[in-house]
């Protein structure tokens, strides 16, 4: 099964850029996680929404992903860039 988890946030306008060096620190990580199939960023430049569409084999390969960086403080860090936590939608490949 192939899922996509859908995250959108909001960006802190003062923290932008910071947050673009921090992604590009970290994507790599992401990207190499047991399950991960492929992630890409989108981000409204006017309002600062922020959508992370991810794709993954299983939604529980997901979860193991975001209890690793929960564990690991990378969660924490994410969060001070943004006005709130991500909103996470998940979304299955109907074959029709």
């Given at each position: 099964?192939?899922?996509?988890?859908?995250?959108?946030?909001k960006?802190?306008?003062?923290?932008?850029?910071?947050?673009?060096?921090?992604?590009?620190?970290?994507?790599?990580?992401?990207?190499?996680?047991?399950?991960?199939?492929?992630?890409?960023?989108?981000?409204?430049?006017?309002?600062?929404?922020?959508?992370?569409?991810?794709q993954?084999?299983?939604?529980?390969?997901?979860?193991q992903?975001?209890?690793?960086?929960?564990?690991?403080?990378?969660?924490?860090?994410?969060?001070?860039?943004?006005?709130?936590?991500?909103?996470?939608?998940?979304?299955?490949?109907?074959?029709?």
């Open positions: 099964m192939s899922l996509v988890a859908c995250l959108h946030s960006v802190k306008p003062e923290h932008t850029d910071e947050l673009m060096s921090f992604l590009e620190e970290k994507l790599p990580a992401v990207r190499g996680f047991e399950g991960c199939r492929n992630v890409s960023i989108y981000l409204n430049k006017e309002n600062g929404d922020m959508i992370f569409n991810e993954w084999a299983s939604k529980e390969a997901h979860e992903y975001l209890l690793s960086i929960q564990n690991n403080g990378v969660m924490s860090q994410l969060l001070s860039y943004l006005a709130s936590p991500p909103n996470v939608s998940y979304f299955e490949k109907l074959d029709i």
